[in-house]
């Protein structure tokens, strides 16, 4: 190519030939050759002394072909540049090095295109790895915490039985309800907060039969539906927990459950009694609040703020969300 542009009236055909064809049909070898084989079978899996070796043999072989086929079929075309132009030969080492330089363009190009490439697929398999795992993990959490809530809620109906058998019946009838709505209906990424919030007011109420008239429950849900989607089943263990350990059988308590949503925000705050349990009462899994922070961290990275604090002796969780 440099000859094309610096010698004017001089590009006859041979010249071309001589100067361009060749070189450049040299270096496609060295391109292909490395972008198919080379670079696959010997620089990626570190066998560098191979392939440098290899790469020597082929830029040494063609510079010899490239200096036979000028003598023996570019004569004539040699000895006319010098009479006409008075040119000698440049210096053999500085021929050398432009001529090794021509063949390492295209080496080095082959390296990094296929360098790129591989980047890109390495990072495609580990983007696929990744969100696999994703769904695994929130996969087991979601198992993890259904039978978690029904053994809760078993036990709940189950207090009831002796004391109050009728509210035992309709106890069972709520629970498969919300147990329908667990398995069909929370197998998806994300669901409408208004649903969500129709499970947890049927909770509520379910859990209202087992607690006394000293327990005093509230709750404040958006009326209006909003068309916010949600992840499934984020707030039903803190109102599990709120009714578990912030409940007195002995003295009034109370229960307030609030949710808010300022455009795409979400909101939630429970507020109970501050009732921590013994150091020798074994009642409860722990499975609740652990899970929340887990399946908080996979789905909503850098979008949620989850904190719990005790308050004028009152405990209170609060969740805030920001949806996509």
Not at 127 to 148: C, M, R, V, W
């Amino acid at each position: 190519m440099p000859y094309l542009l610096s010698y004017g009236q001089e590009q006859e055909l041979d010249r071309i030939k001589a100067h361009f064809w060749i070189p450049l049909f040299f270096s496609a070898i060295v391109f292909y050759f490395n972008y198919f084989v080379l670079v696959d079978r010997y620089l990626f899996p570190k066998k560098m002394l191979q392939f440098i070796i290899i790469n020597l043999a082929f830029i040494a072989l063609f510079l010899y072909l490239k200096e036979y086929i000028e003598d023996h079929y570019f004569q004539e075309l040699v000895k006319k540049r010098i009479e006409n132009t008075g040119r000698t030969e440049p210096p053999f080492r500085m021929a050398l090095y432009i001529q090794i330089l021509t063949y390492m363009a295209p080496l080095f190009f082959a390296i990094a295109l296929k360098s790129t490439q591989r980047w890109v697929k390495t990072e495609a398999e580990r983007k696929e790895a990744a969100n696999f795992k994703l769904k695994s993990e929130l996969q087991h959490l979601h198992y993890q915490l259904q039978p978690h809530f029904f053994f809760n809620s078993l036990n709940n109906i189950y207090a009831m039985v002796d004391i109050s058998p009728d509210q035992a019946k309709t106890s069972i009838h709520s629970l498969s309800k919300l147990m329908r709505y667990m398995l069909y209906e929370t197998n998806v990424e994300s669901i409408l907060l208004s649903k969500e919030i129709d499970f947890m007011k049927k909770y509520i109420e379910l859990m209202k039969l087992r607690v006394s008239d000293k327990t005093t429950i509230s709750y404040n849900f958006p009326a209006e539906e909003k068309g916010i989607k949600i992840a499934p089943l984020l707030f039903i263990s803190l109102i599990e927990n709120a009714f578990k350990h912030g409940v007195s059988a002995s003295k009034a308590s109370s229960i307030d459950i609030n949710l808010t949503c300022h455009e795409k925000t979400v909101l939630f705050t429970i507020e109970n009694d501050n009732l921590p349990k013994k150091t020798d009462d074994k009642s409860g899994s722990g499975i609740g609040l652990p899970n929340i922070i887990k399946r908080l961290e996979l789905l909503y990275p850098n979008k949620n703020n989850f904190k719990t604090f005790v308050k004028d002796s009152r405990f209170v969780a609060q969740l805030e969300i920001e949806t996509n």
